[in-house]
């Protein structure tokens, strides 16, 4: 099990005080435990949120105060990064509780490494209920059993530990895989013959020109015959 240690917070404390010194405003609370506002040390909790995430049972002790929990939600600054406030929930000793756990893809698939398939992970999460010491932190999805475009993964197939069930319907589908696109042949392209500029060889006639020459001849009188 994880532990962390706490301190009780004063609400009229200014949280960005409380972040300058390097602590993470926080909380918890439980079905039957009121809201207490609570402190930890940021690195300490990162290090752990890192290790446990959202699954596993962490035991917050401090000033006399000592219960256990799970991570409910952390709120993170958008440009910073930093975790700005984290709530723990409590649970009853004794009660299974349902937790989203974390899905690990392992193995080799036939369909994608000799059929050039392509894997599709319908579920990231799936929810399991047990007591909190059962527990895992991940579960694995072995791919092997995908053998080709008509094979899926369901939920009832995932390995669970002792004590574990899963809360999905037992036919969901966890992974599955698309067969490869078949290439498409390049449209041939029909070139349009009225847009092709024709350039004949020759003398170079102005706009004009012509015209212009055979008016002045068409005008001109004609001259008198010369008496010999």
């Known amino acids: 099990m994880f532990s962390l240690e706490i301190k009780k917070r ?7 005080s409380l972040r300058a010194l390097g602590r993470v405003p926080a909380v918890f609370y439980g079905k039957k435990e009121a809201s207490t506002p609570i402190s930890v040390v940021a690195a300490d909790f990162v290090k752990l ?17 000592e219960v256990e929990a799970l ?5 993170i600054h958008p440009v910073t990064g930093k975790v700005r406030h984290a709530d723990f929930y409590v649970f009853e000793k004794g009660k299974k509780i349902k937790v989203e756990i974390p899905l690990d893809f392992t193995g080799s698939a036939p369909a994608i490494k000799e059929l050039g398939g392509t894997l599709i ?8 209920e047990s007591l909190p010491k059962d527990l ?16 899926v993964i369901t939920a009832k197939e995932i390995k669970l530990p002792k004590g574990v069930e899963i809360v999905a ?11 490869p696109r078949a290439e498409e042949e390049a449209p041939v392209v029909v070139a349009d013959l009225s847009t092709i500029e024709v350039v004949k060889k ?6 004009g020109e012509g015209e212009g020459e055979a008016d002045a001849s068409a005008k001109a009188p004609a001259k008198p015959a010369t008496k010999k």
């Open 10 to 16: 004063d609400l009229k404390e200014d949280v960005e």
């Open 49 to 65: 949120f890192k290790q446990a995430g959202e699954s596993s049972v962490i035991s917050l002790k401090g000033d006399g105060l």
């Open 71 to 75: 991570v409910q939600d952390v709120d």
């Open 121 to 128: 992970k319908v579920l990231h999460t799936i929810e399991v």
């Open 136 to 151: 895992p932190q991940r579960l694995t999805v072995d791919l092997a059993a995908l053998i080709d475009f008509n094979s």
């Open 169 to 179: 319907h037992a036919d969901e589908v966890v992974a599955s895989v698309a067969a």
């Open 202 to 207: 020759g003398k170079e006639v102005k706009e």
